[in-house]
């Protein structure tokens, strides 16, 4: 059985001034799946989320929700933006 793609997350890079804190993160979410995020505190868990939802632009990397690529552009400074 094929579920259908619905959410693909690749090379997520998100810093702080010099605090990386999300080194190329990726993520394949098919319909019906249920996916959870876990770590210790401050390890970029909201981060992650906030960068998917483009409330944090990541620096680098790709997002595709349901076919979709967000594009992100990068600005005059090297960062992204959408």
Same mark, same amino acid.
């Given at each position: 059985? &094929? &579920?259908?793609?619905?959410?693909? !997350? *690749? #090379?997520?890079? =998100?810093r702080f $001034?010099t #605090? +990386?804190?999300? =080194?190329? !993160?990726?993520? &394949?979410?098919?319909a $019906?799946d !249920?996916?959870?995020?876990? $770590?210790?505190? @401050?390890? %970029? =868990?909201?981060?992650f989320?906030?960068?998917i #939802?483009?409330? *944090?632009k990541p620096?680098? @990397?790709?997002?595709?929700?349901? %076919?979709e +690529?967000?594009?992100?552009?990068? $600005?005059?400074n @090297?960062e992204?933006h959408?």
């Open positions: 059985m &094929t &579920t259908t793609l619905k959410l693909q !997350v *690749e #090379n997520i890079h =998100k $001034g #605090n +990386e804190v999300l =080194k190329g !993160v990726s993520l &394949t979410a098919h $019906g !249920v996916i959870s995020i876990i $770590g210790s505190s @401050g390890s %970029g =868990k909201s981060t989320l906030r960068c #939802n483009l409330l *944090e620096h680098q @990397g790709r997002i595709n929700v349901a %076919g +690529e967000l594009l992100l552009t990068a $600005g005059a @090297g992204l959408a």
